[in-house]
């Protein structure tokens, strides 16, 4: 590069004519922090050290520490390199005496160029020297904490001895995408053939998978992994592949398979349970909730395409009990197309067919007709971690990175969904919807559950990723149900429930109220069982009741806490069903008419507990009563007193920090705060509501900001019925009617290039009626209580067409991309953005901030 016809000297390349002054020199690095060696072939580096590289990938390098005759590999980014000099040859190299010699020689410099070049220099190494002070000041406040603090599980591999060959590449001609997958011809095996080894684990062992789904030797060397400890990288890049137009498998016939007899009366008790009006036919709202139960995409046109292959092609909208086992057994509602194949593909691999698609046409004759073949092989590479919108439905379909111009996608989303969800099994992650969970159930089937617990764990250990445990993740579900039988058998009951709650006119939480006789808190089993008798749930069984109570509970104690029962009955899922449920209550005669609306007169059964100790503290009647009193009070009572509940918009008056963001090279910094949420002693009639956590740039304390548009604000609610020394005993009875606790936390972002890792959840509300207003902010992997932060009701809010106000960014740094905003300016909760774009959720602002709380916002938010 040169800039008015004369080379600059600031540039990473040496000088023409350097190497011939210095005569033949060796290519030295030095070590800018320690590693301790992972791997047989590996080096122990100490920063300081000097090394001489032999050889340089893309990754790991090679060389042999000067001083001693240690030589082996380390990875790249640990070292910089130096001149002979000694000094770093990075973005700015130091003029040294032989360069000066041989540029004053060739006369292609001024005396002011050399000046220049010798600022920037010692620039370079004044800043360097404030870098590694800070980063051993940090170090040593680090430790400090570690001291305090109990360290949490580090995101890295078990220390073994990993073995580096056999790492390929494996080359392979890209006209043999013509052919059907083969080890031997592109180096694609079966994900069955899948092993790793890992500690504790004696034996590498392989799951059974659909047999669609394959794995490259590029991506992974399989079949030397049964033996030697191997690393296994993320999954980026999936190939979906069709070598021949793929056609829709009329093999389901044949595959129909005998039930055991615990299978058959496992069907027949989810018949039961969806058959709502008792007329031994599923039709209507039932076919659609049997549709979803089975994780069928909402598509009319596909499900009376489904019901005319199980029904030997008799148009019908009826279903019989029959018809529902020849659909199950012989797989017909998964619409499953034979000769279309999923490979995890090296992202070498990956990169050099996108590069092939975009070549000349003609160039690479396979992308486009393959010589010999009437028709043409087609595929398409997708990120294993995008969605996008279908542009046909509401669903969501796996997102494409590139596509051959022939490829077609498949007749339904079921298989393609299927794959990515075992893929990303296999990829070690923890986040599954309910419907992800099911495809990944019935595809895992054919394994025990000890085999696949075994099996996740393995490939767990040879990843980057922290050992949380699985009994706290929503995978709990695929090592707990070991089959699509007792699957759609649960989610039957959890259906019926909600229907029958809804017959009753009853909310979640109105429903744990009234079976909680016990008013601790919790449901026994017993009070389960009884409850749900008195709701009229036909033929339960105590099994049922402890598979459902095993379901909902995630402590295993064997109670269903309040948050835990109205999570379970408030999903998506749940609020999808409302317009057919409500449908199906106006065309069907319910058994309610008579049934007292007193919910003390719910008879009592008992039955053996899951865990009795508890169990017993729960139906002791009464203990723990004070601690829960709040929750005993009827809603319906409350809608006559709720004009003496006032809502106002305040800004919080103090603050606790929960992230900063130091340790990340960014120019600019930020700090997310949780406002503090303590009315004081003179304040005891009311309470204060967290609608999310605040980000600022910079670190400095959010109290000390004079914000012109109000501030960092929170919800206060006040019983103006009580006095101000007085407490409420209504108050957190209507805060959980009128702002209901989100149904869950998802991962939005994450951010681990930092000196604390931060993790940014996004709050689930119960329904469409409420929004989430911000986000919330922690430091560990573990989502957030449920009662950090509270929904507010759509009705109270207005849309605003403001943009969204970009608070921090962290471009330039390593690892996933991401950004932080201000998206609702009257309250400032912050939004963050797993990428730098804003965000695409709606602003919104109250429309009064004071009011008074109505009848109807009671009676509506209990409906």
């Known amino acids: ?51 001489e590289l032999h050889d340089q990938g893309d990754e790991w390098w090679e060389g042999t520490v000067q001083g001693s005759n240690q030589r082996g590999h380390f990875p790249s980014n640990y070292v910089e390199i130096i001149s002979p000099h000694g000094t770093p040859s990075g973005e700015t190299l130091g003029i040294h005496s032989p360069a000066e010699a041989v540029l004053e020689e060739a006369g292609s410099i001024t005396e002011q160029d050399l000046v220049e070049a010798e600022y920037a220099f010692a620039v370079e190494q004044v800043q360097e020297q404030e870098q590694e002070q800070e980063i051993e000041q940090e170090q040593e406040v680090q430790h400090e904490k570690e001291e305090e603090v109990q360290e949490l599980p580090l ?53 059974s998978f659909p047999a669609e789904l394959f794995a490259s030797m590029n991506y992974f060397p399989s079949k030397y992994a049964s033996k030697s400890y191997r690393r296994l990288k993320n999954i980026s890049v999936i190939m979906e592949w069709t070598p021949a137009p793929a056609v829709l498998s009329s093999e389901n016939a044949a595959r129909q398979r ?13 018949f039961c349970l969806l058959d709502l009006d008792g007329d031994e036919l599923l039709n209507g709202t039932e076919v659609q909730s049997l549709f979803e139960a089975l994780d069928v995409q909402d598509d009319l046109e596909r499900h009376e395409s489904i019901l005319k292959y199980a029904l030997d092609g008799v148009g019908s909208e009826n279903l019989d009990l029959l018809g529902l086992i020849k659909l199950i057994t012989g797989g017909f509602y998964k619409e499953m197309e034979s000769g279309r194949y ?121 990843r980057r990723r922290r050992m949380v445990e699985l009994s706290s993740t929503s995978l709990k579900a695929v090592f707990s149900i070991p089959h699509e039988f007792e699957l759609l ?63 909902m509970d995630s402590t295993g104690d064997g109670l269903v806490t ?92 103090s603050y606790n920090r ?96 930092a000196k604390t890792p931060f993790r940014a959840w996004r709050a689930e509300p119960p329904s469409d009626d409420y929004v989430a207003l911000g986000m919330i902010g922690t430091t560990g992997d573990e989502p957030p209580p449920l009662d950090s932060m509270r929904c507010v009701p759509r009705r109270w809010l ?10 921090w960014d962290d471009k330039g740094t390593e690892g996933r991309p991401g950004s932080i905003w201000v998206l609702n300016s009257g309250i400032k909760t912050f939004f963050a953005v797993a990428s730098h774009n804003e965000p695409s959720e709606q602003a919104f602002g109250f429309q009064d901030l004071h009011f008074n709380l109505t009848s109807e916002d009671i009676i509506l938010d209990t409906m």
């Open 1 to 51: 590069v040169s800039t008015m016809g004369k080379p600059k000297l600031v540039h990473s390349t040496p000088f023409p004519g350097f190497r011939a002054l210095q005569g033949a020199e060796r290519k030295m690095c030095r070590v800018k922090f320690n590693y301790d060696a992972q791997f047989e072939t590996d080096i122990s580096l100490k920063k300081g050290d000097a090394i």
């Open 155 to 207: 995101e890295e591999p078990q220390k073994l001895k990993y073995a580096r060959d056999h790492e390929g590449p494996f080359p392979w001609p890209i006209d043999t995408l013509s052919s059907p997958p083969s080890e031997s011809v592109q180096g694609f095996y079966s994900l069955d053939q899948m092993k790793v080894l890992a500690t504790p684990f004696p034996k590498a062992k392989s799951l």
């Open 258 to 270: 005998r039930l055991v007899f615990e299978e058959e009366e496992s069907l027949r008790r989810s």
């Open 342 to 462: 999923f490979v995890v593909l090296s992202l070498a691999e990956a990169e050099t067919l996108r590069a092939a698609l975009h070549m000349p046409s003609g160039t690479v004759g396979v992308l486009h007709d393959v010589v010999g073949f009437s028709e043409p092989t087609s595929f398409a590479l997708r990120m294993l971690s995008g969605e996008e919108k279908d542009g046909h439905t509401s669903n969501t379909r796996w997102k494409v990175l590139d596509q051959s111009s022939a490829f077609k996608e498949g007749i339904s989303l079921y298989q393609t969904d299927t794959a990515r969800e075992v893929f990303r099994f296999l990829d070690s992650q923890v986040s599954f919807t309910e419907r992800q969970l099911g495809l990944l159930v019935r595809a895992l089937q054919q394994n025990q559950i000890v085999d696949r617990q075994d099996f996740y764990k393995a490939v767990r250990a040879c």
């Open 489 to 551: 058998e649960r989610r039957a009951t959890n259906f019926s429930i909600q229907l029958l709650m809804t017959r009753q006119g009853l909310s979640p939480m109105d429903t744990f109220l009234a079976f909680n006789q016990s008013r601790t808190g919790s449901i026994s089993c017993s009070e389960l069982y009884s409850g749900l008798k008195w709701l009229g749930l036909r033929n339960v069984e105590p099994e049922q009741i402890y598979k459902i109570v095993q379901t």
């Open 562 to 653: 309040f948050d835990e029962f109205v999570s379970a009955f408030t999903t998506a899922r749940n609020s999808s069903r409302a317009s057919g449920m409500a449908e199906h209550n106006a065309a069907t005669p319910t058994s309610f008419s008579d049934r007292p609306a007193d919910h003390s007169s719910i008879p009592r059964y008992q039955i053996p507990e899951l865990n009795s100790e508890l169990a017993s503290t729960s139906t002791s009647g009464g203990l723990a009563a004070e601690n829960s009193s709040h929750m005993a009070t009827k809603p319906r009572d409350l809608a006559s007193i709720a004009h003496g509940f006032k809502i106002k918009i305040v800004k919080a008056s």
């Open 658 to 753: 929960i992230w900063e963001s130091k340790g990340v090279l960014t120019q600019n910094k930020v700090s997310v705060w949780a406002p503090s949420l303590d009315a004081g002693f003179m304040h005891r009639n009311r309470l204060m509501v967290c609608l999310g956590h605040f980000a600022v740039q910079g670190f400095s304390n959010p109290s000390k900001e004079k914000a012109k548009d109000g501030g960092y604000c929170i919800l206060e609610i006040s019983d103006t019925r009580a006095m101000m020394l007085e407490s409420s005993s209504s108050l957190e009875s209507v805060i959980d009617i009128v702002l209901p606790k989100p149904v869950q936390f998802r991962l939005e972002w994450r951010k681990d290039q």
């Open 798 to 807: 207005v849309p605003r067409n403001e943009p969204a106000k970009l608070v």
